[in-house]
T-cell receptor, first 112, second 113 residues
């Protein structure tokens, strides 16, 4: 399975943009890039996903490199409530059993 | 909104006991998953199911079994609990279509003494 690499932790100031990187150099042509986040004492929640083009939704933006070997989750204006662990995972669109593997993620600290 | 409910938030069991962790989802999702989460190890997949009575092993199935007799319910069973199974257990569900998002419950923190 293609794997992802993320920094263990990052810090950012409140009300500033945050760029969370993810490397996936062995990504295949049918792999989608998904992001989840896990707030304290909760299960993970879906944030966004994409294949090739950049994607935006109400929670975040996803920027995907042209060669698809890396991507960046962008929080446009971080708040204290964005402090969480962020997971970048790959999902193969061609696999029926959809075994979904998470890594260790990036712990994001927001400084007031 | 999709709701994934795990029957207990906290559970304390003794070594050797048989333990059942229950998970129910209310959105008619085909696929259901059990993960465990430990500090420094992230989320690890134990078992998943893509249909009633169907199950597939994840990355760490040893010491666990599962049951899916009804579409909405996915049970994780520890046949003989051990202290190394002390962990946070997370259940998730999703629609059968590829790339549909996972919906997680809030977890069961199991302590085996």
């Amino acid at each position: 399975d293609a794997k992802t690499t993320q920094p263990n932790s990052m810090e950012s100031n409140e009300e500033e943009p945050v760029h969370l990187p993810c490397n996936h150099s062995t990504i295949s042509g049918t792999d989608y890039i998904h992001w989840y986040r896990q707030l304290p004492s909760q299960g993970p929640e879906y944030v966004i996903h994409g294949l090739t083009s950049n994607v935006n939704n109400r929670m975040a933006s996803l920027a995907i490199a042209e060669d698809r070997k890396s991507s960046t989750l962008i929080l446009h204006r971080a708040t204290l409530r964005d402090a969480a662990v962020y997971y970048c995972i790959l999902r193969d669109d061609g696999v029926g059993d959809d075994k979904i593997i998470f890594g260790k993620g990036t712990r994001l600290h927001i400084l007031p | 909104d999709v709701k994934v409910t795990q029957s207990s938030r906290y559970l304390v069991k003794r070594t050797g006991e048989k333990v059942f962790l229950e998970c129910v989802q209310d959105m008619d999702h085909e696929n259901m998953f059990w993960y465990r989460q430990d500090p420094g190890l992230g989320l690890r997949l134990i078992y998943f199911s893509y249909d009633v009575k169907m199950k597939e092993k994840g990355d760490i199935p040893e010491g666990y079994s599962v049951s899916r007799e009804k579409k909405e319910r996915f049970s994780l069973i520890l046949e003989s609990a051990s202290t190394n199974q002390t962990s946070m257990y997370l259940c998730a569900s999703k629609m059968g279509q590829y790339n549909s998002p996972l919906h997680f419950g809030n977890g069961t923190r199991l302590t085996v003494t």
